[in-house]
């Protein structure tokens, strides 16, 4: 496709309302002619640096979805744990600062055992 074409077609109306939430292939062909153009109007010295913008671009939106969908079971897994993890990870919890209590006697050791195992045992969600 010649410059020529592409600033035809760039410079086409739209037939689309603006209100329009769809992407047709027409309206997305429509938006690759204008990048493409875009692209051919920037200088050669600078396409290695343009690319490197696209790929950020792509990587930055591409991860998105992925993080919030992560955000979202973890607030999930806060606001409505489940009874058997939640238990287990006490139990393991519980086990692992008795370990800690009988393996050292020194008392900075003992008193910071003595704090985590009062706040398990009043607020087990908090720890």
């Known amino acids: ?7 035809s077609i760039t410079n086409t109306p739209s037939t689309e309302s603006a209100s329009s939430k769809e992407n ?12 493409i ?7 050669e010295e600078y396409l290695p640096n343009l690319l490197q913008i696209v790929r950020l671009f792509r990587e930055s ?14 607030m999930d897994e806060i ?3 489940d009874p058997v993890k939640k238990s287990v990870r006490q139990i393991a919890l519980s086990e692992l600062l008795r370990q800690w209590e009988e393996e050292g006697d020194e008392q900075e050791q ?6 985590l195992r ?4 009043e607020d087990p969600v908090s720890i």
Do not use: G, Y
Not at 1 to 7: A, E, I, P, T, Y
Not at 61 to 74: D, F, G, H, N
Not at 118 to 121: H, M, N, Q, S, Y
């Open 1 to 7: 496709m010649s410059k020529q074409d592409l600033s």
């Open 24 to 35: 047709t292939p027409v309206k997305d062909n429509h938006v690759l002619a204008k990048l």
């Open 37 to 43: 153009l875009e692209i051919q109007q920037t200088p």
């Open 61 to 74: 939106v591409t991860m998105t979805p992925v993080r919030s969908q992560v955000s979202e079971q973890a």
């Open 79 to 81: 606001e409505n744990p």
């Open 110 to 115: 003992t008193e910071t055992a003595k704090i």
């Open 118 to 121: 009062k706040a398990l045992e």
